[in-house]
Nanobody, 123 residues
Framework: VQLQASGGGLVQAGGSLRLSCAAS????????MAWFRQAPGKVREFVAA????????YYADSVKGRFTISRDNAKNTVYLQMNSLKPEDTAVYYC?????????????????WGQGTQVTVSS
């Protein structure tokens, strides 16, 4: 499966962005989908994940209550709605997929990655 992330940009603190990740090549409903992010000089960290159906979602504590992951399997697309953005949310955001039923928080467990989209939050 190929993943294409989009929707990043520059936003002021307190603002919102919605990221999209379009999957091609295989039906996205066969994959657990997740978002990770990587700030300069830091390791890539888990942000959110969705079960294959979208019925179950998981979040890092740092984004819980502010970010929402969702998916539209008919469109083979996963979204990350980001509200109340903070400067510390600044990073390159990556979508990822793994062809199992089990959600993982670990980047090593994901087989497929998008190219990343930059999110910059100004104070």
């Amino acid at each position: 499966v190929q993943l294409q992330a989009s929707g990043g940009g520059l936003v002021q603190a307190g603002g919102s962005l919605r990221l999209s990740c379009a999957a091609s090549g295989r039906t996205s409903s066969n994959y657990v989908m997740a978002w990770f992010r990587q700030a300069p000089g830091k390791v890539r960290e888990f942000v959110a994940a969705s079960s294959r159906s979208g019925d179950n979602t998981y979040y890092a504590d740092s984004v819980k209550g502010r970010f929402t992951i969702s998916r539209d399997n008919a469109k083979n697309t996963v979204y990350l709605q980001m509200n109340s953005l903070k400067p510390e949310d600044t990073a390159v955001y990556y979508c990822a997929a793994r062809p199992t039923t089990v959600v993982s928080y670990h980047r090593s467990q994901y087989n497929y990655w998008g190219q990343g989209t930059q999110v910059t939050v100004s104070s």
